[in-house]
């Protein structure tokens, strides 16, 4: 744990996040919090609250290994590796992948920007039946 309970608080938020935790994210995020990822641009805490009930909804398993904290004034950097199991993605099998968040912190403590760096095809493509087999041929043929 660092120094700071604000960004120790998100941290924790996010390996207690699942199907049935959605409602608490105004714990940790303001009501006009931006999100985004590879994948989507989200706006609203409401419209953030459907996106995570969607996305967990399926999912198995999902746990964050935190690797590094760093928070200068309202900014915070936080990498991490991100394990999660979804039945229709790698057999159902773990998946970990690693990834970036940048974070903005209100005055209050919780965060009015968040936006996670991570490669999607690490995450989604490479582990689709099919699909993920002709990427991963791709990149051995780049390689």
Wanted: hydrophobic share 40%; charged share 25%.
């Amino acid at each position: 744990m660092s120094q700071d309970t604000a960004l120790d608080a998100f941290c924790a938020f996010f390996n207690k996040l699942d199907n049935t935790c959605t409602e608490k994210l105004y714990e940790v995020y303001t009501d006009n919090i931006v999100f985004s990822d590879p994948l989507h641009s989200i706006e609203g805490r409401e419209a953030l609250e459907a996106y995570f009930a969607n996305m967990y909804a399926n999912v198995s398993e999902c746990r964050f290994q935190y690797h590094h904290r760093q928070r200068q004034g309202e900014t915070a950097f936080v990498t991490w590796t991100m394990h999660f199991a979804h039945p229709r993605l790698a057999a159902g099998k773990v998946i970990s992948v690693d990834g970036c968040s940048y974070l903005t912190f209100e005055d209050d403590g919780r965060v009015s920007r968040h936006r996670d760096y991570f490669d999607a095809g690490a995450m989604l493509y490479e582990n689709v039946p099919v699909l993920g087999g002709l990427i991963r041929l791709l990149k051995r043929r780049a390689g």
